[in-house]
């Protein structure tokens, strides 16, 4: 079982940049695919962002791409969103995710919240 834990969350406003961070313990990170996603009130949880394993293959919503950058560091078992040009619109509870597949995330974080004022 993987564990994950989210940060970086927080208040900006339209226009700044912001950094969340999953950390995971448990099995091999290096064994599973990361997605981010999000979840705006009353709106479906959607991807925004995934890497595989190995960090060969990224993939990106559209309406991020160009903005956000998802990394890993497989030695401190970490996965990275970097936000940059925020709009409201991207206020959502971000969640990491991970699985063998990239069709299943099995483990889920508890989300950190990011808000973006106008």
């Known amino acids: 079982q993987v564990q994950l834990v989210e940060s970086g969350g927080g208040l900006v406003q339209a226009g700044d940049s912001l950094s969340l961070s999953c950390v995971a313990s448990?099995?091999?990170?290096?064994?599973?695919?990361i997605g981010w996603f999000r979840q705006a009130p009353g709106k479906e949880r959607d991807l925004v962002a995934r890497i595989s394993r190995t960090a060969i293959s990224t993939y990106y919503a559209d309406s991020v791409k160009g903005r956000f950058t998802i990394s890993r560091d497989n030695a401190k078992n970490t996965v990275y969103l970097h936000m940059t040009s925020l709009k409201p619109e991207d206020t959502a509870v971000y969640y990491c995710?991970?699985?063998?597949?990239?069709?299943?995330?099995?483990?889920w974080g508890r989300g950190t919240q990011v808000t973006v004022s106008s």
């Open positions: 448990g099995r091999t990170f290096s064994a599973y695919n």
């Open positions: 995710a991970a699985g063998l597949s990239t069709a299943n995330f099995a483990y």
